[in-house]
Protein backbone atom coordinates (compact mmCIF):
# COMPACT_ATOMS: atom_id res chain seq x y z
CA UNK A 1 0.00 0.00 0.00
CA UNK A 2 1.58 3.81 -0.89
CA UNK A 3 -1.27 5.52 0.96
CA UNK A 4 1.47 6.71 3.26
CA UNK A 5 3.77 8.16 1.07
CA UNK A 6 3.07 11.89 1.24
CA UNK A 7 5.91 14.09 2.71
CA UNK A 8 3.18 16.67 3.74
CA UNK A 9 2.16 14.23 6.82
CA UNK A 10 2.74 15.12 10.38
CA UNK A 11 2.72 11.14 11.23
CA UNK A 12 4.08 8.86 9.12
CA UNK A 13 3.70 5.23 10.06
CA UNK A 14 5.32 2.29 7.63
CA UNK A 15 4.71 -1.43 8.22
CA UNK A 16 3.97 -1.11 11.98
CA UNK A 17 4.50 -4.75 13.57
CA UNK A 18 4.26 -5.13 17.67
CA UNK A 19 4.44 -8.62 19.19
CA UNK A 20 4.10 -9.87 22.65
CA UNK A 21 5.76 -13.16 23.45
CA UNK A 22 4.14 -15.98 25.50
CA UNK A 23 5.98 -17.23 28.38
CA UNK A 24 5.95 -20.70 30.24
CA UNK A 25 5.85 -18.99 33.34
CA UNK A 26 9.37 -20.89 34.80
CA UNK A 27 11.93 -19.85 33.62
CA UNK A 28 10.02 -16.96 31.19
CA UNK A 29 10.89 -18.94 28.16
CA UNK A 30 8.87 -17.87 25.14
CA UNK A 31 6.49 -20.61 23.77
CA UNK A 32 4.00 -18.20 21.54
CA UNK A 33 3.51 -14.89 20.51
CA UNK A 34 0.21 -12.38 19.90
CA UNK A 35 0.18 -11.12 16.89
CA UNK A 36 -1.24 -7.13 18.04
CA UNK A 37 -0.02 -5.29 15.12
CA UNK A 38 1.03 -6.57 11.64
CA UNK A 39 2.09 -4.38 8.69
CA UNK A 40 0.32 -1.09 9.86
CA UNK A 41 0.70 1.74 7.54
CA UNK A 42 -1.29 5.00 7.30
CA UNK A 43 -0.30 8.50 7.88
CA UNK A 44 -1.76 11.92 9.34
CA UNK A 45 -1.75 15.11 8.01
CA UNK A 46 -1.67 18.54 10.32
CA UNK A 47 -5.17 19.19 10.94
CA UNK A 48 -6.68 16.25 10.03
CA UNK A 49 -8.10 13.08 12.07
CA UNK A 50 -7.95 9.54 11.01
CA UNK A 51 -9.84 7.26 12.64
CA UNK A 52 -8.93 3.46 13.74
CA UNK A 53 -11.59 1.60 13.82
CA UNK A 54 -12.46 -2.26 14.41
CA UNK A 55 -13.79 -4.43 17.05
CA UNK A 56 -12.34 -5.12 20.43
CA UNK A 57 -8.74 -6.88 20.10
CA UNK A 58 -8.28 -6.22 16.58
CA UNK A 59 -4.53 -3.92 17.63
CA UNK A 60 -6.56 0.16 18.04
CA UNK A 61 -4.91 0.45 21.22
CA UNK A 62 -1.85 -0.78 20.51
CA UNK A 63 -1.26 1.11 17.51
CA UNK A 64 -1.25 4.16 19.31
CA UNK A 65 0.12 2.92 22.44
CA UNK A 66 3.11 1.95 20.37
CA UNK A 67 2.85 5.06 18.10
CA UNK A 68 3.60 7.29 21.65
CA UNK A 69 6.58 5.18 23.14
CA UNK A 70 4.11 3.20 25.45
CA UNK A 71 4.57 -0.70 23.96
CA UNK A 72 7.72 -1.21 21.72
CA UNK A 73 7.27 -1.75 18.41
CA UNK A 74 8.93 -5.40 16.80
CA UNK A 75 9.52 -3.90 13.59
CA UNK A 76 8.56 -1.37 11.16
CA UNK A 77 8.94 2.60 11.17
CA UNK A 78 6.92 5.56 12.82
CA UNK A 79 8.11 9.14 11.50
CA UNK A 80 6.88 12.27 12.57
CA UNK A 81 7.66 14.91 11.22
CA UNK A 82 9.69 13.65 8.72
CA UNK A 83 11.72 12.13 11.48
CA UNK A 84 12.05 8.41 12.87
CA UNK A 85 10.82 7.96 16.36
CA UNK A 86 11.30 4.61 17.03
CA UNK A 87 14.79 4.77 18.83
CA UNK A 88 14.82 8.13 20.30
CA UNK A 89 17.50 9.22 22.88
CA UNK A 90 16.18 10.52 26.61
CA UNK A 91 15.99 13.85 26.18
CA UNK A 92 14.15 13.41 22.33
CA UNK A 93 11.69 11.15 24.18
CA UNK A 94 11.28 14.33 25.92
CA UNK A 95 11.16 16.31 23.37
CA UNK A 96 9.09 14.15 21.35
CA UNK A 97 6.22 13.78 24.01
CA UNK A 98 5.51 17.72 24.06
CA UNK A 99 4.30 16.99 20.18
CA UNK A 100 2.09 14.20 21.08
CA UNK A 101 -0.08 13.45 23.60
CA UNK A 102 -2.52 10.65 24.58
CA UNK A 103 -6.67 10.97 25.91
CA UNK A 104 -7.41 7.67 27.61
CA UNK A 105 -10.65 5.82 28.05
CA UNK A 106 -10.83 6.03 31.72
CA UNK A 107 -10.60 9.68 32.92
CA UNK A 108 -10.40 8.89 36.48
CA UNK A 109 -7.74 6.19 36.26
CA UNK A 110 -5.43 8.47 34.45
CA UNK A 111 -5.55 10.89 36.69
CA UNK A 112 -3.92 11.27 40.16
CA UNK A 113 -6.05 10.72 42.63
CA UNK A 114 -3.99 12.64 45.02
CA UNK A 115 -3.23 15.86 43.06
CA UNK A 116 -5.78 18.44 42.63
CA UNK A 117 -6.63 19.39 39.25
CA UNK A 118 -4.34 22.79 39.26
CA UNK A 119 -1.25 20.45 40.28
CA UNK A 120 -2.13 18.03 37.49
CA UNK A 121 -2.02 20.23 34.61
CA UNK A 122 0.77 22.15 36.07
CA UNK A 123 3.34 19.14 36.45
CA UNK A 124 4.10 18.62 32.68
CA UNK A 125 4.60 22.40 32.46
CA UNK A 126 7.10 22.19 35.09
CA UNK A 127 8.81 19.27 34.10
CA UNK A 128 9.33 20.30 30.36
CA UNK A 129 9.29 24.22 31.57
CA UNK A 130 7.56 25.68 29.11
CA UNK A 131 7.25 28.86 30.56
CA UNK A 132 8.47 31.24 33.65
CA UNK A 133 6.46 29.62 37.15
CA UNK A 134 5.04 33.21 37.66
CA UNK A 135 2.95 32.60 34.73
CA UNK A 136 1.79 28.53 35.39
CA UNK A 137 -1.19 29.99 37.15
CA UNK A 138 -2.67 31.68 34.65
CA UNK A 139 -1.70 28.94 31.84
CA UNK A 140 -3.94 26.75 34.28
CA UNK A 141 -7.30 28.87 34.01
CA UNK A 142 -6.78 29.14 30.14
CA UNK A 143 -6.32 25.38 30.11
CA UNK A 144 -10.12 25.23 32.22
CA UNK A 145 -11.42 27.67 30.11
CA UNK A 146 -10.48 25.73 26.42
CA UNK A 147 -12.38 22.96 27.40
CA UNK A 148 -15.35 25.04 29.09
CA UNK A 149 -14.33 24.49 32.94
CA UNK A 150 -14.85 27.33 35.46
CA UNK A 151 -10.76 27.99 36.77
CA UNK A 152 -12.55 27.52 41.11
CA UNK A 153 -11.81 23.99 39.48
CA UNK A 154 -8.99 23.80 39.68
CA UNK A 155 -8.76 23.69 43.28
CA UNK A 156 -10.78 20.34 43.34
CA UNK A 157 -9.87 16.92 43.00
CA UNK A 158 -10.39 14.09 40.62
CA UNK A 159 -13.37 12.18 42.53
CA UNK A 160 -15.28 15.09 42.52
CA UNK A 161 -16.22 15.39 39.26
CA UNK A 162 -18.72 13.56 36.98
CA UNK A 163 -17.02 11.44 34.01
CA UNK A 164 -17.36 14.27 31.59
CA UNK A 165 -16.02 16.74 33.78
CA UNK A 166 -12.85 14.33 33.99
CA UNK A 167 -12.23 13.96 30.40
CA UNK A 168 -12.48 17.58 30.14
CA UNK A 169 -9.51 17.81 32.67
CA UNK A 170 -7.73 14.92 30.69
CA UNK A 171 -8.14 17.15 27.45
CA UNK A 172 -6.86 19.95 29.34
CA UNK A 173 -4.01 17.88 30.49
CA UNK A 174 -3.28 16.95 26.83
CA UNK A 175 -3.24 20.17 25.34
CA UNK A 176 -0.93 21.82 28.23
CA UNK A 177 2.68 20.93 25.99
CA UNK A 178 0.85 22.46 22.90
CA UNK A 179 0.50 19.29 21.29
CA UNK A 180 0.41 18.90 17.27
CA UNK A 181 -0.96 15.33 17.55
CA UNK A 182 -3.13 13.86 19.94
CA UNK A 183 -4.00 10.44 20.24
CA UNK A 184 -7.54 9.14 21.51
CA UNK A 185 -7.52 5.99 22.83
CA UNK A 186 -11.60 5.41 23.25
CA UNK A 187 -11.91 9.05 24.73
CA UNK A 188 -15.90 9.26 24.51
CA UNK A 189 -16.84 5.42 25.16
CA UNK A 190 -17.24 5.95 28.93
CA UNK A 191 -19.41 8.95 28.72
CA UNK A 192 -23.54 8.89 27.89
CA UNK A 193 -24.41 10.51 24.41
CA UNK A 194 -25.37 14.03 25.45
CA UNK A 195 -21.93 14.04 27.11
CA UNK A 196 -20.04 12.41 24.44
CA UNK A 197 -21.62 14.59 21.81
CA UNK A 198 -20.13 17.58 23.80
CA UNK A 199 -16.84 16.72 24.12
CA UNK A 200 -16.82 15.52 20.35
CA UNK A 201 -17.62 18.91 19.89
CA UNK A 202 -15.05 20.25 22.13
CA UNK A 203 -12.75 18.26 20.33
CA UNK A 204 -13.14 19.79 16.94
CA UNK A 205 -13.36 23.40 17.66
CA UNK A 206 -9.80 22.89 19.77
CA UNK A 207 -8.92 21.31 16.36
CA UNK A 208 -9.76 23.67 14.46
CA UNK A 209 -8.93 26.56 16.93
CA UNK A 210 -5.37 25.11 17.59
CA UNK A 211 -4.86 22.92 14.35
CA UNK A 212 -4.16 19.81 16.02
CA UNK A 213 -3.89 16.36 14.37
CA UNK A 214 -6.01 13.32 16.14
CA UNK A 215 -5.61 9.80 16.16
CA UNK A 216 -9.25 8.83 17.02
CA UNK A 217 -9.26 5.19 18.45
CA UNK A 218 -13.01 4.01 18.30
CA UNK A 219 -15.77 1.28 17.87
CA UNK A 220 -18.64 3.47 17.79
CA UNK A 221 -18.69 4.40 14.31
CA UNK A 222 -21.72 6.67 14.74
CA UNK A 223 -18.77 8.90 16.29
CA UNK A 224 -16.36 8.26 13.82
CA UNK A 225 -18.28 9.32 11.34
CA UNK A 226 -19.30 12.59 13.17
CA UNK A 227 -15.45 13.77 14.04
CA UNK A 228 -13.45 12.11 10.78
CA UNK A 229 -11.81 12.50 7.94
CA UNK A 230 -10.13 9.72 6.94
CA UNK A 231 -11.00 6.39 8.35
CA UNK A 232 -8.98 3.15 8.40
CA UNK A 233 -10.39 -0.37 9.41
CA UNK A 234 -8.32 -2.73 11.14
CA UNK A 235 -8.78 -6.35 11.54
CA UNK A 236 -6.79 -9.52 13.09
CA UNK A 237 -3.70 -6.78 13.68
CA UNK A 238 -4.08 -5.14 9.77
CA UNK A 239 -5.58 -2.57 7.79
CA UNK A 240 -8.17 -4.02 5.48
CA UNK A 241 -9.56 -1.06 4.04
CA UNK A 242 -8.74 2.95 4.40
CA UNK A 243 -10.13 6.26 2.68
CA UNK A 244 -12.21 9.42 3.35
CA UNK A 245 -15.43 9.23 5.77
CA UNK A 246 -17.05 9.41 2.83
CA UNK A 247 -15.71 6.41 1.03
CA UNK A 248 -15.82 4.09 3.99
CA UNK A 249 -19.48 5.31 5.28
CA UNK A 250 -20.96 5.43 1.34
CA UNK A 251 -18.77 2.88 -0.47
CA UNK A 252 -17.53 0.32 1.58
CA UNK A 253 -15.70 -2.51 -0.20
CA UNK A 254 -14.06 -5.23 2.08
CA UNK A 255 -16.24 -7.51 3.39
CA UNK A 256 -15.32 -6.36 7.43
CA UNK A 257 -16.28 -2.75 6.81
CA UNK A 258 -19.65 -3.60 5.48
CA UNK A 259 -20.28 -6.04 8.71
CA UNK A 260 -19.08 -3.41 10.73
CA UNK A 261 -21.56 -0.62 9.32
CA UNK A 262 -24.23 -3.31 9.11
CA UNK A 263 -23.64 -4.06 12.91
CA UNK A 264 -24.30 -0.30 13.87
CA UNK A 265 -27.70 0.00 15.52
CA UNK A 266 -30.50 2.39 14.02
CA UNK A 267 -33.36 4.02 16.38
CA UNK A 268 -35.16 5.39 13.70
CA UNK A 269 -37.36 1.60 12.11
CA UNK A 270 -38.25 3.37 8.98
CA UNK A 271 -33.98 3.78 8.41
CA UNK A 272 -33.31 -0.03 9.30
CA UNK A 273 -31.82 -1.39 6.75
CA UNK A 274 -33.57 -5.03 5.69
CA UNK A 275 -30.45 -6.77 4.52
CA UNK A 276 -28.01 -7.27 7.34
CA UNK A 277 -24.88 -9.78 6.66
CA UNK A 278 -24.13 -10.33 10.24
CA UNK A 279 -23.16 -14.05 9.83
CA UNK A 280 -21.96 -15.92 13.17
CA UNK A 281 -17.81 -15.96 11.73
CA UNK A 282 -15.55 -17.12 14.61
CA UNK A 283 -12.46 -14.75 14.67
CA UNK A 284 -9.42 -16.13 14.66
CA UNK A 285 -7.20 -16.00 17.75
CA UNK A 286 -4.25 -13.31 17.45
CA UNK A 287 -1.98 -15.84 19.56
CA UNK A 288 0.20 -17.47 17.49
CA UNK A 289 2.90 -20.38 17.83
CA UNK A 290 6.87 -19.16 17.25
CA UNK A 291 7.31 -20.55 13.97
CA UNK A 292 3.91 -18.62 12.55
CA UNK A 293 4.38 -16.70 9.28
CA UNK A 294 1.60 -14.04 8.85
CA UNK A 295 0.15 -13.63 5.73
CA UNK A 296 -0.06 -10.24 5.06
CA UNK A 297 -2.46 -8.26 2.73
CA UNK A 298 -1.97 -6.35 0.15
CA UNK A 299 -3.97 -3.26 -0.86
CA UNK A 300 -5.27 -1.57 -3.78
CA UNK A 301 -6.55 1.52 -4.78
CA UNK A 302 -10.57 1.05 -5.42
CA UNK A 303 -10.54 5.11 -5.65
CA UNK A 304 -8.37 7.87 -5.31
CA UNK A 305 -7.07 7.57 -1.48
CA UNK A 306 -9.52 4.78 -0.93
CA UNK A 307 -7.48 1.20 -0.62
CA UNK A 308 -9.02 -2.10 0.35
CA UNK A 309 -7.00 -5.22 1.15
CA UNK A 310 -7.41 -7.54 -1.66
CA UNK A 311 -9.04 -10.91 -1.04
CA UNK A 312 -6.60 -14.06 -0.01
Known amino acids: MTEAQDQEYLLDVKNLTTYFSITDGII?????????????????????TLSLVGESGCGKTTTGRTIIGLEKA??????????????????????FSQSVQMIFQDPYSSLN?????????????????????SEIDSRIVDLLQKVNLPPEFGKRYPHEFSGGQRQRISIARALALNPK???????????????????????????????????????????????????????????????SRKDIFENPTHPYT?????????????L?????????????????????????VTHEEVAPGHFVAKAA
Open 113 to 133: PRMSISDTLAEPIRVHKLIEP
Open 28 to 48: ARPIARVHAVENVTFGIRPGE
Open 181 to 243: LIICDEAVSALDVTIKAQVINLLMDLQEELNLSFLFISHDMATVERISHRVAVMYLGQIVEIG
Open 258 to 270: KKLLSAVPVADPR
Open 272 to 296: RRTERSLEPDEIPSATKDLNYVPEI
Open 74 to 95: TSGEINFEGKPITNLSQDERRK
